[in-house]
């Protein structure tokens, strides 16, 4: 479903952000048009005053439809789906949507915040560049293990079946963000087998950091 001339919805995102990436999947998937609005986190520009006064954590992605502000990917992602259901971001058995969200709920909260940013800042601090990178791919692999297991039964060309779902479109920033980090995915054969297939749809190349406006070149 396409947005009307009225509606004006904005994003906040850093094209490197998979938090960020997995919202423009979703709004791609949907048809609908926004606004992108660049807040550069290598430069900080998180904690600027004027962006905690959109959201007071100091993160992206924050989406505003039409004055209405929330940020946090999943809560954006649920919003989005309520507002806009077709295409639907889940398949219509309840026990399939429930295992959708179990795939979804584990990137979002155990994997994804253990190599945030502002961990990967703390443990250089702490220990030096090279535990950083160790760091953030000792917990994207044991995560990706346990989806490869769970996946097993489940995948056809998507995480589910051959319909793309939410599943999908938290994994492939997922994926994104372990080849930054160097994770070998061959390691993954079914995530790289998924990964290989979804990338290729056209929403989601469009949702890519490098078609982002203010893709810069990053350090793993
Ligand atoms: N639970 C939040 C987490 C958001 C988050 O951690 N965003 C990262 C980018 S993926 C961020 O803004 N990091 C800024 C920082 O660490 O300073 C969500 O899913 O949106």
């Known amino acids: 479903m396409a947005t009307s001339n009225k509606e004006i919805v904005k994003l906040y995102s850093f094209c490197h952000s998979s938090c960020s990436f997995r919202v423009r999947i979703a709004l791609a998937y949907k048809g ?32 505003v439809d039409n004055g209405f502000i929330v940020s946090d990917s999943l809560a954006i992602l649920e919003y989005l789906e309520e507002k806009y259901p077709e295409p ?11 295992l959708v969200r179990q795939v979804v709920n584990n990137i979002v909260s155990s994997i994804q915040p253990l190599q945030n940013l502002n961990v990967l800042k703390k443990i250089e601090a702490l220990a030096g560049s090279d535990e950083r990178l160790k760091w953030a791919q000792y917990f994207i692999e044991n995560g990706f293990i346990a989806l490869e297991a769970l996946l097993t039964t489940e995948a056809g060309k998507c995480c589910f079946g051959d319909k793309f779902s939410m599943a999908d479109a938290v994994l492939i920033p997922q994926v994104y ?13 079914l995530l790289k087998r998924i990964a290989g297939f979804i990338e290729e749809l056209p929403f989601v190349q469009a949702a890519k950091p490098e078609k982002q406006p203010d893709f810069v070149p990053l350090r793993p």
């Open 177 to 189: 963000n372990a080849r930054r980090f160097k994770v070998d995915m061959e390691k993954f054969p």
């Open 32 to 63: 609908i048009s926004y606004e992108y609005i660049a807040i550069n986190l290598s430069q900080g520009e998180q904690f600027s005053d004027d962006f905690k006064k959109i959201n007071a954590f100091s993160t992206v992605p924050v989406l």
């Open 88 to 98: 639907s971001l889940f398949p219509a058995d309840s026990k399939k949507r429930a």
